[in-house]
């Protein structure tokens, strides 16, 4: 038996642009895979009412009265949404800007031990023939590790708020509106 939502594909199709929905029969957004569906949607806050109803071929207002209705537990998905977010090192911050810390630190390393072995050792008379004439470089990738470097401290530096938002621009007719945040005018 095939759902006549999703075809038995459990994806709700595309809606059609410019079509109306359909009357949907009473308690149509409650049951299977749309309440579930729905009240994930919901949960993680992902569309509008609109963009939800267009989905489910329904009116905007049904997903507001099923929102209202069922309330308690989207709240619920929220906070579970959230505790599985708190397990996750790489959704905090002191975590994230730990392991960056890190990375610059092994960074640094590598970096030192290539300076080190593209340092000249002095050249022993006594020794026959030189064995650096035919060494490649140890420093020919020195900028890729320089510049992974300076990407690392500059996510840090926005993940502390210290680089300035980027300017926004608003175009509004003929008329250009500029906004800088971040910025104290008087300082400049």
């Not at 267009?54 to 579970?80: D, K, N």
């Not at 810390?101 to 008379?125: G, W």
């Not at 990407?151 to 175009?171: D, F, H, Y």
Request: hydrophobic share 40%.
């Amino acid at each position: 038996m095939k759902c006549d939502g999703c075809d038995g594909l459990g994806e709700v199709p595309d809606p059609e642009v410019g079509s109306s929905a359909p009357r949907r029969p009473r308690g149509y957004l409650e049951r299977g895979w749309r309440k579930q569906w729905l009240l994930g949607k919901l949960a993680r806050s992902e569309g509008t009412h609109r963009d939800l109803a267009q989905a489910l071929g329904v009116v905007p207002s049904a997903v507001g009265m099923f929102a209202r209705r069922h309330e308690a537990e989207v709240e619920a998905l929220r906070e579970a949404l959230a505790q599985q977010l708190t397990g996750l090192w790489i959704a905090d911050k002191l975590s994230r800007l730990a392991e960056m810390q890190t990375d610059v630190e092994d960074i640094n390393n590598i970096i030192a031990d290539k300076i080190e072995a593209a340092t000249p050792s002095p050249v022993n008379p006594l020794e026959p023939g030189d064995e650096r004439a035919d060494k490649p470089s140890a420093t020919e990738d020195l900028p890729v590790w320089l510049r992974t470097k300076l990407s690392i401290l500059r996510g840090a530096a926005e993940e502390l708020g210290q680089i300035p938002n980027k300017v926004t621009m608003q175009v509004g007719g003929s008329i250009v509106t500029y906004k800088i945040d971040g910025v104290d005018l008087d300082q400049i």
